[in-house]
């Protein structure tokens, strides 16, 4: 929650992490999207999020997703897969007003259904694998 600050060599270290080859996935924990997104742009300028379609193989490549899940309820907004692309690699996997962590949590840290949590998890478990299996 709260606020991203990183220094400049922090930016440019995590730059050169990504670019060669790291793979960064960020769940929006409710609060983080500005400063998150202002990072991004400080770590690759030319390169903006873009929205990760329903299609995408992320989805698709362990358990078959209709798309991102809406884990828990903020503020009703619909949950968004945004990604940085770069030499047609996903680098940075940015998850909006879904709140994956949350159905990874304690069940009763947030009374989500065992349904909901279920989807969390195969949502981590495709993120995992196509973060091991795309380089």
């Known amino acids: 929650h709260g606020k991203i600050i990183f220094s400049d060599r922090e930016t440019d270290q995590l730059r050169k992490y990504l670019d060669a080859g790291g793979f960064l996935y960020v769940d929006d924990n409710y609060g983080l999207d500005s400063s998150f997104r202002q990072l991004m742009i400080s770590v690759f300028p030319d390169t903006p999020l873009e929205v990760i379609p329903n299609d995408h193989q992320l989805f698709h490549c362990w358990y ?55 989807l969390a998890i195969r949502m981590a478990v495709n993120i995992m694998v196509y973060a091991m299996t795309h380089p």
């Open 64 to 118: 078959e997703l209709p798309g991102l899940p809406k884990i828990h309820e903020h503020d009703g907004d619909p949950a968004t897969a945004y990604g940085i692309i770069k030499d047609n690699r996903l680098q940075v996997l940015y998850t909006w007003s879904s709140d994956i962590g949350d159905g990874l949590e304690d069940p009763l840290t947030h009374n989500d259904p065992p349904a909901v949590r279920e």
